[in-house]
């Protein structure tokens, strides 16, 4: 058992925690295995398979009306199968209700886009703008949502904001039919000015100062800068990390945020605002886990994920979201089956929730990789006896 030789060959992963002893938990994570499915299988995915996660969520609901994966798996394959439009609504709303700040919960960006529009028609425009935002943080560079997020915003009389969110679609692709909306919406582009003088004097003034350690003069200087160019990025996200590296955490915050209102989405911007509320302790954690999970929306590389997973599952460890930990670091250990910090971090939070079965996978995977302490062969050896697997436990 403790041999690495033989971890490649078992099958350790895949089914750690069966449906059988984990009931309620692992019916939900498989709901959530359907969907994944179903998503894979193109923008409407194949009606057997969206009628299957239907079903599912149906099922899971009688036992769990309350749960808010449930009830957003519910209404997203409702949308999926052309369902009520009441019913999805009401399903939306509930689970959007009962969503847990902790665990970073969102709706995701189809039925964002769909409550946004709905909220659009319904001249709820405040509504309206906070569902578009947030199907642009689960999937950035939306085309679907910028152009109803600037439909907003004109409404709302924000036509700078608004002229800003076309041009993005148009620079990235020129034969939107974002064109035509700049005439719909009358945000007709105005003349670009060539850059002001003053402007890269600024800019040119901040990253001297940046180089020569004058924090407080660099800040300045970008701040100023960007006065005359307000959406301007790339120097937004230079003071942004200026004032992080400084240790100004609370000025970090405010102007990453701004970066988020220029680039909706933005990987960077997320991961560092998920890392300052995080800092903050528990007054941030619920900010922290919504950021990560935002971050997470952007599809990172492998590493990366692995990463944000474990400083969101530390973030609600630290506020006794122990079960949402859980979850977090189970899928991180299916992508990272090698990663022994991971388990070594899961083992740490079965223990804090009692689950032997989990506790006893996490040490049969760290024996594999060859990384028992004594402390760890002994329980090992103890819950393999209790569950009567009395020859192997002889060998611990």
């Given at each position: 058992?403790?041999?690495?030789?033989?971890?490649a060959t078992e099958p350790i992963v895949a089914g750690l925690w069966s449906t059988e002893k984990h009931g309620e938990v692992d019916g939900v994570a498989e709901?959530?295995?359907?969907?994944?499915?179903?998503?894979?299988?193109?923008?409407?995915?194949?009606?057997?398979?969206?009628?299957?996660?239907?079903?599912?969520?149906?099922?899971?609901?009688?036992?769990?009306?309350?749960?808010?994966?449930?009830?957003?798996?519910?209404?997203?394959?409702?949308?999926?199968?052309?369902?009520?439009?009441?019913?999805?609504?009401?399903?939306?709303?509930?689970?959007?209700?009962?969503?847990?700040?902790?665990?970073?919960?969102?709706?995701?960006?189809?039925?964002?886009?769909?409550?946004?529009?709905?909220?659009?028609?319904?001249?709820?425009?405040?509504?309206?703008?906070?569902?578009?935002?947030?199907?642009?943080?689960?999937?950035?560079?939306?085309?679907?949502?910028?152009?109803?997020?600037?439909?907003?915003?004109?409404?709302?009389?924000?036509?700078?904001?608004?002229?800003?969110?076309v041009e993005q679609i148009l620079a990235t692709n020129p034969n939107s039919e974002g064109a035509l909306r700049l005439k719909e919406l009358g945000l007709e582009?105005?003349?670009?000015?060539?850059?002001?003088?003053?402007?890269?004097?600024?800019?040119?003034?901040?990253?001297?100062?940046?180089?020569?350690?004058?924090?407080?003069?660099?800040?300045?200087?970008?701040?100023?800068?960007?006065?005359?160019?307000?959406?301007?990025?790339?120097?937004?996200?230079?003071?942004?990390?200026?004032?992080?590296?400084?240790?100004?955490?609370?000025?970090?915050?405010?102007?990453?945020?701004?970066?988020?209102?220029?680039?909706?989405?933005?990987?960077?911007?997320?991961?560092?605002?998920?890392?300052?509320?995080?800092?903050?302790?528990?007054?941030?954690?619920?900010?922290?886990?919504?950021?990560?999970?935002?971050?997470?929306?952007?599809?990172?590389?492998?590493?990366?994920?692995?990463?944000?997973?474990?400083?969101?599952?530390?973030?609600?460890?630290?506020?006794?979201?122990?079960?949402?930990?859980?979850?977090?670091?189970?899928?991180?250990?299916?992508?990272?089956?090698?990663?022994?910090?991971?388990?070594?971090?899961?083992?740490?939070?079965?223990?804090?929730l009692e689950d032997k079965i989990g506790r006893l996978q996490c040490l049969r995977r760290l024996a594999q990789l060859g990384e028992m302490t004594a402390k760890?062969?002994?329980?090992?050896?103890?819950?393999?006896?209790?569950?009567?697997?009395?020859?192997?436990?002889?060998?611990?």
């Open positions: 058992i403790a041999s690495k030789n033989t971890r709901l959530e295995r359907l969907l994944r499915r179903a998503e894979r299988a193109g923008p409407v995915g194949s009606e057997w398979q969206w009628q299957e996660v239907l079903a599912s969520a149906r099922l899971q609901l009688s036992k769990s009306r309350d749960d808010p994966i449930v009830l957003r798996c519910t209404a997203r394959a409702l949308l999926a199968v052309g369902g009520d439009d009441a019913e999805i609504r009401e399903y939306a709303r509930r689970a959007a209700d009962c969503g847990s700040g902790a665990s970073g919960f969102t709706l995701g960006h189809e039925l964002h886009t769909y409550l946004g529009v709905h909220c659009e028609k319904e001249k709820d425009l405040a509504g309206a703008e906070r569902h578009f935002a947030a199907a642009l943080n689960s999937r950035p560079g939306d085309e679907t949502a910028m152009l109803g997020l600037s439909r907003v915003l004109s409404q709302r009389g924000e036509k700078a904001r608004a002229r800003q969110m582009s105005e003349p670009r000015p060539a850059e002001s003088a003053d402007h890269a004097t600024l800019l040119a003034r901040a990253q001297d100062s940046a180089r020569a350690g004058d924090v407080e003069e660099a800040a300045k200087c970008f701040e100023q800068a960007l006065k005359i160019q307000p959406a301007d990025a790339s120097s937004t996200a230079q003071l942004a990390a200026l004032l992080r590296k400084a240790g100004k955490n609370q000025d970090a915050i405010v102007w990453y945020k701004r970066l988020l209102d220029i680039r909706p989405g933005d990987y960077d911007s997320n991961l560092n605002l998920g890392q300052l509320h995080a800092a903050r302790g528990t007054s941030g954690a619920s900010q922290a886990i919504h950021y990560f999970r935002s971050a997470l929306q952007s599809r990172p590389s492998m590493k990366e994920t692995r990463n944000i997973a474990s400083q969101m599952a530390t973030v609600q460890c630290s506020i006794g979201s122990w079960r949402d930990a859980h979850l977090s670091l189970e899928a991180a250990v299916r992508d990272c089956p090698e990663d022994v910090e991971l388990w070594d971090q899961l083992l740490t939070v079965c223990e804090k760890r062969r002994q329980d090992y050896g103890e819950l393999l006896l209790a569950d009567g697997q009395v020859v192997e436990a002889r060998e611990q």
